[in-house]
């Protein structure tokens, strides 16, 4: 069964001219699936993230979650972008159990798994907190806790440590993994980073630029659960490779 059925999605940008974002994209991903779209800015990595979001509607083809047609965003899918959107006037733990508490959802189930989620992530202590008193890498974290709490099992991340430097980063990145290898939500992961890719993922599509379209799908061989040894064995470095002479080879 798949989660994500995407099948010969093409979406068209209005305009004088129009911007043919994304042509004839196919993907599969299973439940639990860590997949990374990978490419060079403008190939169109963020247009189909939206679309499984429910933020933009496709110009044709199929686009299903749980296979129910996407038309809107749903809280089943939850979106991280490059900065965690969190209320900055209300606390963590607020900004956590905001979402459910809008839903109606009973309380006493909405703050067992918001405890839960908030210690997956590594913030239990700072539940008083507000945002401005976080660092970037903590409120990612938030913004995570938050989606979890909600109940989303599809995770939609757009260059989610982007703005972060190397070192927070990395932490980052490590702690997705365990958040990832703990619950298995299926990931659907935007970035640009070749190493960043292959260290999370198990699938890699490779997009081209413009119109956009998945020029390769790359399995990772990389043994789980991934420590940042990984990243300097020699399968990581072959497969980097790859991926460079894949990209240059098509970008000339
Ligand atoms: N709302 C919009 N209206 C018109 N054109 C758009 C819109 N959103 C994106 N585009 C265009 O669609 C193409 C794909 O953009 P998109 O943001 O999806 O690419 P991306 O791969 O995510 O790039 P980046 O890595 O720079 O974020 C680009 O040419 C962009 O200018």
Not at 14 to 32: E, F, N, R, T
Not at 90 to 116: C, D, H, S
Not at 177 to 189: E, G
Not at 195 to 219: C, H
């Amino acid at each position: 069964m798949s989660n994500i059925t995407v099948q010969d999605l093409c979406k068209t940008y209005p305009g004088q001219p129009p911007v043919k974002a994304l042509d004839h994209i196919d993907l599969d991903v299973p439940p639990g699936e860590f997949v990374a779209l990978l490419g060079p800015s403008g190939c169109g990595k963020s247009t189909l993230l939206n679309l499984i979001a429910g933020f933009e509607l496709p110009s044709s083809g199929v686009l299903q979650v749980n296979q129910q047609a996407v038309h809107a965003p749903g809280p089943e899918r939850g979106v991280v972008f490059q900065e965690a959107a969190l209320f900055p006037w209300l606390t963590v733990w607020e900004n956590v159990i905001f979402g459910p508490q809008m839903q109606g959802l009973p309380k006493a189930e909405y703050e067992e798994r918001a405890n839960e989620m908030l210690s997956i992530v590594g913030l239990h202590d700072f539940k008083n907190h507000l945002p401005v008193q976080l660092s970037g890498g903590m409120r990612q974290r938030v913004g995570i806790a938050r989606i979890l709490t909600l109940g989303s099992r599809v995770l939609l991340m757009d260059e989610p440590f982007g703005a972060l430097d190397a070192q927070t980063r990395l932490t980052m990145q490590e702690l997705l993994l365990s958040v990832w290898q703990k619950l298995k939500p299926t990931i659907i992961f935007v970035t640009h980073d070749i190493d960043e890719a292959i260290f999370l993922a198990s699938t890699i599509y490779v997009m081209s630029a413009r119109p956009g379209r998945i020029q390769s799908k790359i399995n990772v061989p990389l043994a789980r659960p991934r420590t940042v040894a990984d990243t300097a064995s020699e399968a990581f470095s072959a497969m980097k490779l790859d991926i460079l002479n894949l990209i240059r080879h098509t970008h000339g």
